[in-house]
C-alpha cells in the first residue's frame, strides 16, 4: 500500500536560514508526488509538483527515486512561508492523494 | 466566483443528529472528493466520485454518505454524530486523466458537543 511520511511535525527556522521540509514515500508504482500548503486561515492549496520541475515561491522539490523521497527545499525562509506543508502521493489512476501528516513550517524573525 | 464552494463553514451540533454538508465546483471537473482532517492535522481521503460515480470508498462509517446530484455537486450526509466526527471536512475536485492539481474549498469545521 502507498505511504507518505513526513518526519517532522514541527520545523522552526530563522527568518533567512535554508529550509528543508522532509517527504519520504512508499509506492510500488511509478510516483506522482505534490506539495500542498494551507496557509493560517487559508484552503489547502497546490504549491508544486515533480513532473513541472518548477520553483515556486523560491521552493523547489527534486524526486529521488532511490532514496524515495521528495523533500522541499528553500535557500533562504521569508516570514510569509510560515504554515502547514502536506507532501502527497497521487495513486489510484490519478484520483487518490495520499497525504503525509504534514509539517507545520515557523520562520521566526 | 469562488471555484470550489462548501457550505456551511461551521457546523456546531449534538451527538445523535443528523447532518449535511454541501459542496459545488465551478471549474467544470468530472471528479470531487472529501477529505477529512482530524485534530491533529492529518489529511485522509474519505470518498470520490468521477462523473456522479462513486470510485473510492476508503474505511469510512456506513453513517457517512457522499451523494453527487451532478458532476459539480458532492454532499456529504452524516447520520448518528459521534464525538469522534469532530474534524474539518475539506471537498475537493479535479479533472480526470490529467496529473493535475485537486482544488480545495475553504472547509467545514464540524463540532459534535
Known amino acids: 500500500a502507498q505511504r507518505v511520511t513526513q518526519p517532522e511535525k514541527l520545523l522552526s527556522v530563522f527568518k533567512g536560514a535554508p529550509v528543508e521540509l522532509k517527504c519520504n514515500y512508499s509506492y510500488s508504482g511509478s510516483p506522482e508526488l505534490f506539495w500542498y500548503v494551507q496557509y493560517s486561515r487559508q484552503r489547502l492549496q497546490l504549491l508544486l509538483r515533480h513532473i513541472s520541475r518548477e520553483s515556486i515561491k523560491g521552493f523547489t522539490a527534486d524526486l529521488n527515486k532511490g532514496e524515495t523521497s521528495f523533500h522541499l527545499k528553500k535557500p533562504f525562509a521569508q516570514e510569509e512561508d510560515s504554515a502547514m506543508y502536506y507532501c502527497?502521493?497521487?495513486?489510484?489512476?490519478?484520483?487518490?492523494?495520499?497525504f503525509g501528516t504534514g509539517t507545520q513550517l515557523k520562520v521566526e524573525l | 466566483d469562488t471555484a470550489v464552494s462548501q457550505t456551511p463553514k461551521y457546523l456546531v451540533t449534538q451527538m445523535g443528529n443528523d447532518k449535511s454538508i454541501k459542496c459545488e465546483q465551478n471549474?467544470?471537473?468530472?471528479?470531487m472528493y472529501w477529505y477529512k482532517q482530524d485534530s491533529k492535522k492529518f489529511l485522509k481521503i474519505m470518498f470520490s466520485y468521477n462523473n456522479k460515480e462513486l470510485i473510492i470508498n476508503e474505511t469510512v462509517p456506513n453513517r457517512f454518505s457522499p451523494k453527487s446530484p451532478d458532476k459539480a455537486h458532492l454532499n456529504l450526509h452524516i447520520n448518528s454524530l459521534e464525538l469522534g466526527d469532530s474534524a474539518v471536512y475539506f471537498c475537493?475536485?479535479?479533472?480526470?486523466?490529467?496529473?493535475?492539481?485537486?482544488?480545495f474549498g475553504p472547509g467545514t469545521r464540524l463540532t459534535v458537543l
Open positions: 471549474l467544470g471537473h468530472d471528479t
Open positions: 502527497a502521493l497521487l495513486t489510484g489512476g490519478g484520483n487518490k492523494l495520499t
Open positions: 475537493a475536485s479535479s479533472q480526470t486523466g490529467t496529473v493535475d492539481e485537486q482544488f
